[in-house]
């Protein structure tokens, strides 16, 4: 068994020296088994950035409505409207810049592996987290697309188990053909492979 | 049994199916008893409280108009007696209800959690009991057989598991390790059987006579009479303190003291009265109560996490307790003592051969325990420093000065909790299972066995990070409400690594059967 923990070693699953700022496996044509580690898609970077910017153009309006109430409506002093103007403004321009800033930081830290033990994913720019589900485990897959994924061709892989704190697990932000491509093979390998029962049809593509 | 008409999904009409329910293989029907304890419960809920107002208290009240519902009520339950139609198939229990709006439901023998039942002395003297059949789909039970005679119950939990202990003795993976099963013969032995005095100790460590007299006091207050006790002893608490010297008032308190103590041990005799747990091939059946019986048949490879704690006062008397989930049912009801405490207490020298008998492949004892971060000690102090000085800063705007020594005071409570944890907190990877203990007060043990496993985690937070340490958890399957996991904090961030590799590995090995 102490064999089997130090070989582990060799493949360390979070470290800071492996970098992953540049994708070395844009080429991987096939997103399949493979064992090696993925980033998201760099169109992530873009898709969160418009997502971020319509949540921050929502910060906006209803700051500049609260502006306009402290200055029309109540009977502060000077100062204190100021003060909360100021206050407003630097929200939204912090949630403008996190909007920005914050989507190439997520794609730098995210990245995933499918092997023969399953779907590996980690995460976390601030807070770090891999989960690790093995495939047999798999409950059910699902392929999500929300609208602006769907401009940007991107999608997530949603991957159900049965456990109870990490039942759903998403990975948002990768190429729609990849998750469905990552799905079937998730779906012919992992669930109840094990178990011996025999899969008939596995579905294809849901869109 | 082809359905009479193609349209109708549910098959035939529930009720004409009288020559049916004579054999044992056809569809049945709720004991003819069922009704009134259908009608009991309504009774219950909703008339008796209105009674107990009109008899105690004047004045309207909204329990009165309560009273009116008991007529629905009573004829819902009428109806679920009339129309409810369960079925044995072969690899299905099937129970169909309804008259309207007609359901059938399908459960699978093979996804079926557990099977609880409760007979209180009403269900004996009719030779019935209440039947909860759980599957892993919600905090609710499946299907409940309100209520069925006793034969019946015997030949539903035979049907139900004699088909599983086939199928699953074929599964080589579940348990797995050299102490793997055989399967026995059936033993009607219990292998656990609690001791009176541990009775009196889980009595006397619940402490639920407060609550018994609580509940009484309150009651008491509700209905007014409260003050009526009080004009009938017309003395006020100022000549009473005159009346009797404080020592007096002392036996007083010891008195109610001891009496609370009393109701406690007695409430614990009439619960846990006869607690046994009988292993039959596969499942572990618990039984237990004095006027209400509850049984409770737990399939052993339906056990997802095994935890033991030691309580500080159980501690103490060398007691300990064991607690085992399935993802079955609602780990936050209470009124199952069995399924919140599987073997409530228990001396620690008869832990190792009942743990034997629950899994096979798990032990507490002889672990290889494996230490976490050698600066886990330093970094709980720290953290618990910074925690206080919350009160601190409170206490240091009230009194000022005194926040020093109030201080002191805390990073030692910290500093001695800190280095007990620390002692205490370490893992163990076995051929079958996982185990982390960790606590202060309450020393807990936790078992997760590789095919109960459904994905393993690692989390770094950023000071995790700069310590070089991380979080390992495993997510298992559970019952609703539950706060059980299982967690290894502090371990170095390799130890981390090397943790989630080989659970991984070893999962991937193994299947899961709920």
């Given at each position: 068994m102490r064999a089997n923990l130090n070989d582990a070693l060799a493949h360390p699953m979070l470290d800071d020296e492996t970098s992953l700022d540049n994708d070395p496996f844009a080429d991987a044509v096939d997103a399949r088994i493979d064992g090696v580690l993925h980033t998201l898609d760099p169109a992530h970077v873009p898709a969160s950035r418009l997502v971020g910017a319509v949540t921050a153009t929502v910060f906006l309006v209803v700051g500049a409505i609260g502006v306009a109430i402290v200055w029309f409506v109540t009977d502060l002093s000077g100062g204190a409207k100021v003060a909360v103007t100021v206050a407003i403004l630097g929200l939204v321009v912090f949630v403008f810049a996190l909007g920005y800033l914050w989507p190439p930081l997520e794609l730098a830290r995210t990245s995933w592996r499918v092997d023969v033990d399953g779907i590996v994913i980690k995460r976390g720019v601030v807070f770090r987290h891999v989960i690790s589900i093995p495939g047999t485990r798999i409950q059910h897959l699902d392929v999500s697309q929300g609208p602006v994924q769907r401009r940007f061709g991107l999608g997530t892989l949603v991957v159900h188990t049965a456990g109870t704190h990490d039942s759903e697990v998403n990975l948002e932000g990768i190429a729609r053909e990849k998750a469905l491509r990552v799905r079937d093979f998730l779906l012919e390998h992992g669930p109840n492979r094990a178990s011996g029962r025999v899969r008939g049809e596995h579905p294809s593509d849901g869109a | 049994m082809e359905p009479r008409d193609p349209h109708d999904v549910f098959g035939r009409d529930p009720f004409e199916d009288a020559e049916a329910a004579t054999t044992p293989t056809g569809s049945h029907r709720l004991h003819p008893m069922s009704p009134v304890f259908?009608?009991?419960?309504?009774?219950?809920?909703?008339?008796?409280?209105?009674?107990?107002?009109?008899?105690?208290?004047?004045?309207?009240?909204?329990?009165?108009?309560?009273?009116?519902?008991?007529?629905?009520?009573?004829?819902?339950?009428?109806?679920?007696?009339?129309?409810?139609?369960?079925?044995?198939?072969?690899?299905?229990?099937?129970?169909?209800?309804?008259?309207?709006?007609?359901?059938?439901?399908?459960?699978?023998?093979?996804?079926?959690?557990?099977?609880?039942?409760?007979?209180?002395?009403?269900?004996?003297?009719?030779?019935?009991?209440?039947?909860?059949?759980?599957?892993?789909?919600?905090?609710?039970?499946?299907?409940?057989?309100?209520?069925?005679?006793?034969?019946?119950?015997?030949?539903?939990?035979?049907?139900?598991?004699?088909?599983?202990?086939?199928?699953?003795?074929?599964?080589?993976?579940?348990?797995?390790?050299?102490?793997?099963?055989?399967?026995?013969?059936?033993?009607?032995?219990?292998?656990?059987?609690?001791?009176?005095?541990?009775?009196?100790?889980?009595?006397?460590?619940?402490?639920?006579?407060?609550?018994?007299?609580s509940g009484l006091v309150f009651l008491l207050w509700e209905f007014n009479l409260w003050d009526r006790i009080e004009k009938r002893i017309p003395i006020d608490p100022e000549r009473l303190s005159a009346l009797f010297p404080a020592w007096e008032w002392l036996v007083i308190g010891v008195f109610i003291v001891a009496l609370l103590q009393v109701v406690t041990v007695a409430w614990a005799f009439i619960t846990l009265h006869d607690f046994h747990i009988v292993r039959s091939k596969d499942d572990l059946r618990t039984t237990c109560g004095l006027w209400t019986h509850q049984t409770a048949t737990l399939p052993r490879h339906r056990i997802q996490f095994l935890s033991i704690s030691e309580g500080l006062f159980p501690r103490l008397f060398g007691r300990i307790s064991v607690k085992a989930l399935t993802a079955g049912g609602d780990s936050t009801n209470d009124s199952q003592v069995s399924r919140k405490w599987l073997v409530p207490l228990v001396e620690r020298a008869a832990l190792d051969p009942i743990v034997r008998e629950i899994q096979p492949d798990v032990a507490f004892t002889g672990l290889p325990w494996a230490r976490v971060h050698p600066h886990a000690r330093r970094r709980m102090i720290v953290k618990g420093a910074v925690v206080a000085l919350v009160p601190t800063l409170l206490v240091a705007r009230d009194a000022g000065f005194w926040a020093v020594p109030f201080f002191a005071l805390l990073v030692l409570l910290v500093f001695v909790t800190a280095t007990k944890r620390a002692r205490r907190l370490a893992y163990a990877v076995t051929d079958s299972a996982v185990y982390v203990r960790d606590g202060v007060l309450t020393h807990a043990r936790n078992a997760v066995r590789f095919s109960k496993i459904q994905s393993i985690s690692l989390r770094q937070t950023p000071f995790d990070r700069r310590h070089r340490m991380a979080t390992v958890s495993v997510d298992t399957a559970g019952p609703g409400g539950s706060d059980l996991t299982f967690r290894i904090p502090y371990l170095d961030v390799r130890d981390a690594m090397r943790f989630v590799r080989t659970v991984r590995r070893r999962v991937e090995r193994t299947s899961f059967r709920w």
């Amino acid at each position: 068994m102490r064999a089997n923990l130090n070989d582990a070693l060799a493949h360390p699953m979070l470290d800071d020296e492996t970098s992953l700022d540049n994708d070395p496996f844009a080429d991987a044509v096939d997103a399949r088994i493979d064992g090696v580690l993925h980033t998201l898609d760099p169109a992530h970077v873009p898709a969160s950035r418009l997502v971020g910017a319509v949540t921050a153009t929502v910060f906006l309006v209803v700051g500049a409505i609260g502006v306009a109430i402290v200055w029309f409506v109540t009977d502060l002093s000077g100062g204190a409207k100021v003060a909360v103007t100021v206050a407003i403004l630097g929200l939204v321009v912090f949630v403008f810049a996190l909007g920005y800033l914050w989507p190439p930081l997520e794609l730098a830290r995210t990245s995933w592996r499918v092997d023969v033990d399953g779907i590996v994913i980690k995460r976390g720019v601030v807070f770090r987290h891999v989960i690790s589900i093995p495939g047999t485990r798999i409950q059910h897959l699902d392929v999500s697309q929300g609208p602006v994924q769907r401009r940007f061709g991107l999608g997530t892989l949603v991957v159900h188990t049965a456990g109870t704190h990490d039942s759903e697990v998403n990975l948002e932000g990768i190429a729609r053909e990849k998750a469905l491509r990552v799905r079937d093979f998730l779906l012919e390998h992992g669930p109840n492979r094990a178990s011996g029962r025999v899969r008939g049809e596995h579905p294809s593509d849901g869109a | 049994m082809e359905p009479r008409d193609p349209h109708d999904v549910f098959g035939r009409d529930p009720f004409e199916d009288a020559e049916a329910a004579t054999t044992p293989t056809g569809s049945h029907r709720l004991h003819p008893m069922s009704p009134v304890f259908e009608i009991g419960r309504s009774f219950f809920s909703l008339v008796v409280p209105g009674l107990v107002f009109v008899l105690l208290a004047s004045g309207d009240s909204y329990e009165l108009w309560y009273m009116l519902l008991f007529v629905p009520a009573a004829a819902v339950s009428l109806k679920r007696y009339l129309t409810l139609r369960y079925e044995l198939s072969d690899d299905h229990l099937v129970v169909r209800e309804g008259l309207v709006f007609r359901s059938v439901r399908h459960i699978p023998y093979d996804r079926i959690q557990n099977i609880d039942t409760v007979q209180n002395p009403l269900h004996r003297l009719l030779g019935v009991v209440e039947v909860r059949v759980e599957t892993a789909s919600g905090q609710e039970p499946e299907a409940v057989l309100r209520v069925l005679s006793v034969p019946r119950f015997m030949e539903l939990r035979a049907g139900v598991f004699a088909e599983r202990d086939d199928d699953e003795a074929q599964t080589p993976d579940d348990f797995v390790g050299p102490r793997a099963p055989r399967l026995p013969e059936p033993q009607p032995v219990p292998f656990f059987r609690m001791r009176p005095v541990d009775v009196v100790y889980f009595g006397l460590l619940s402490q639920k006579g407060i609550a018994v007299l609580s509940g009484l006091v309150f009651l008491l207050w509700e209905f007014n009479l409260w003050d009526r006790i009080e004009k009938r002893i017309p003395i006020d608490p100022e000549r009473l303190s005159a009346l009797f010297p404080a020592w007096e008032w002392l036996v007083i308190g010891v008195f109610i003291v001891a009496l609370l103590q009393v109701v406690t041990v007695a409430w614990a005799f009439i619960t846990l009265h006869d607690f046994h747990i009988v292993r039959s091939k596969d499942d572990l059946r618990t039984t237990c109560g004095l006027w209400t019986h509850q049984t409770a048949t737990l399939p052993r490879h339906r056990i997802q996490f095994l935890s033991i704690s030691e309580g500080l006062f159980p501690r103490l008397f060398g007691r300990i307790s064991v607690k085992a989930l399935t993802a079955g049912g609602d780990s936050t009801n209470d009124s199952q003592v069995s399924r919140k405490w599987l073997v409530p207490l228990v001396e620690r020298a008869a832990l190792d051969p009942i743990v034997r008998e629950i899994q096979p492949d798990v032990a507490f004892t002889g672990l290889p325990w494996a230490r976490v971060h050698p600066h886990a000690r330093r970094r709980m102090i720290v953290k618990g420093a910074v925690v206080a000085l919350v009160p601190t800063l409170l206490v240091a705007r009230d009194a000022g000065f005194w926040a020093v020594p109030f201080f002191a005071l805390l990073v030692l409570l910290v500093f001695v909790t800190a280095t007990k944890r620390a002692r205490r907190l370490a893992y163990a990877v076995t051929d079958s299972a996982v185990y982390v203990r960790d606590g202060v007060l309450t020393h807990a043990r936790n078992a997760v066995r590789f095919s109960k496993i459904q994905s393993i985690s690692l989390r770094q937070t950023p000071f995790d990070r700069r310590h070089r340490m991380a979080t390992v958890s495993v997510d298992t399957a559970g019952p609703g409400g539950s706060d059980l996991t299982f967690r290894i904090p502090y371990l170095d961030v390799r130890d981390a690594m090397r943790f989630v590799r080989t659970v991984r590995r070893r999962v991937e090995r193994t299947s899961f059967r709920w």
